[in-house]
């Protein structure tokens, strides 16, 4: 390390499997201060990603004293198809180190020291899928402990600081178009009470879709867990036609990098005639708009430019 050893000796690294053995107050604090913190850091999200999926958690925590200066969330995944497992900051969302401004170096070389000693026997990497660019500044130093850039996914994200209209113009055609079509079925578009209820209803239609393009179902327990834990940071929107439902779709709002993050779909493929899904992402827009928010998430992608 470039630091002293007065000084490492004034910081501890820690591994939690639990947030809840972790202040809130402190955790919410350190996120809230840096520019690279979202809600996918935030505790309450990663509370309930562990009751609401069950997902091991290995949270490494850097303290001086009582007070954290330096959070890395991160949860153990199966490796699909094998034995094997991989420790992931962070599943499902973004994660990455958030650390202090003073004595940044010496605060990541301890995380990621502690981190290293997590992968061994099953566990055969470590993956860190971040949000902010603002990461990138990480590139060489990463490189130089070992880690791999991946550049085979990417987000697709809407820049909101414009009016309907240029988002609109800025559409390919056959999306406009089936905009256009989607206005003409006169579908009524309502923001849902987050209850019990109205989340069993997206969770159906989740999994029958997921079932069909044979990939992993959240469990319901995760919908109740985020109704429990981020009741303020979850919007569902549903479209219905005279009557009949055709589908809704789950947001996530992520207030500290002022973004809305389409989650989780409840679209099943016999409703695709009324195009729920422009209309709610149009509605969603609109409303994101509205409430000050500068940037609209459709989530992973490809990062493939042959693929629309």
Known sequence: YQIGVFELSSFKAE???RIS????????????QSKMGSFFHRYEWLKAIEDGIGSKASHVVVSKGDNPVGVFPNFVCDVQRTPLQKLISTSPGYGGPITARKKEKGILDLMLEKTSELCGGRIVSHYIRTLSL???????????????????LCRFVIDLNKSRDCLRLNMR?????????????????????????????????HRKIMNRVHADTYPFSFFLSMMNNVPDRIKVFSASVRGTDVGRILFLLDKEQCSVHAFISGIEQFNFRYYPSVILDWHAIKWAIENRYSKYDFGGTGADFNSG
């Open 15 to 17: 591994v939690h499997d």
């Open 21 to 32: 053995d972790i202040n809130k107050e402190q955790w919410n604090n350190l996120i809230e």
């Open 134 to 152: 603002g990461y990138i500044r990480y590139g060489r130093y990463f490189q130089n402990k070992g880690y791999e850039a991946d550049l085979t």
């Open 173 to 205: 055609k056959d999306r406009r178009r089936n905009l256009a079509r989607a206005l003409e079925k006169d579908l009524l578009i309502e923001d849902e009470e987050i209850n019990r209820t109205n989340l069993g209803k997206l969770h159906e239609s």
